[in-house]
């Protein structure tokens, strides 16, 4: 088949740019999203944010940590540039790494927010900005830079073929004035709710309801935004996750995702146990 190009850019079919999925997976602490995570393809580049936030998965041998959780708050500037990290070169020279986990974009806001408003004190919009009253500039600044991370993210590891999850905790419930719950979303906080999803094609919702474990693809238990181009959404919202980590047995995001790949990007049936 000949090669066409516009304006100097190959043309392809949509099977043949099924090479990477990008995900973000939100839920509430303890319910294992750190676990799923680590079931992705490949070695894994955790990038974390989180205190403590690799603890449970301490056990496995196909993780290498970039630990940023005691870094000062300046060090999310780092995520501002075109190519974070210089990651795509790291990428390249370190081809068993297949999947870059991001954990958590919700405490990686919170540094920004911080640092923020300390830039922001530093100019004449944002100097009375406090972490009580951060005001535009002190939001402003961690919006942006919360946006440009998993924007300059994306494009990296895409242009790489590698795979990207971001992790985000849940929030608190939105109630009406009768204590009514409306639904539960993503703590990123403002705008950023909606403008993050946006860019990436797996948003997944993880609960632990003390006797199973559920992957929600589609808006359910009040719960959203839910999407997926990698499972069938026109039937059941969610899944149960039947996974041990201690003897790693159970199906996980590699197994899925090797199914969709070699179904060339046809949407699967959810999993069943």
Known sequence: MSVIKLGGVELQTPKARVNRFSLLLWGSSGSGKTT?????????????FDPDGTDAIAYRDDIHVMDFANEPNRSVEKFKEDDPLRLAQFLTDHKKIETVVFDSLTTFGDKCLTHGITKAQGTKKGKYST????GYSGYGNKNTWTRLAVKNLLKVTGQVG???IFIAHEDKPVQNSEGIVLYISIMLG???????????????????TGRERRIAIRNCRNRKPLKSRMFITSGEP?????????TNKGSGIDTWYKAWVKQGGKKLPLPTN
């Open 190 to 208: 403002s705008s950023l709710n909606e403008q993050i999803p946006i860019d990436l094609s797996e948003i997944w919702n993880l609960s632990d």
């Open 162 to 164: 590698r795979n990207m």
């Open 131 to 134: 972490i009580e009253d951060p």
């Open 36 to 48: 799923l995570a680590a079931t992705a393809p490949g070695e894994k580049l955790w990038i974390n």
């Open 238 to 246: 969610e899944f149960e996750w039947d996974y041990n980590s201690d």
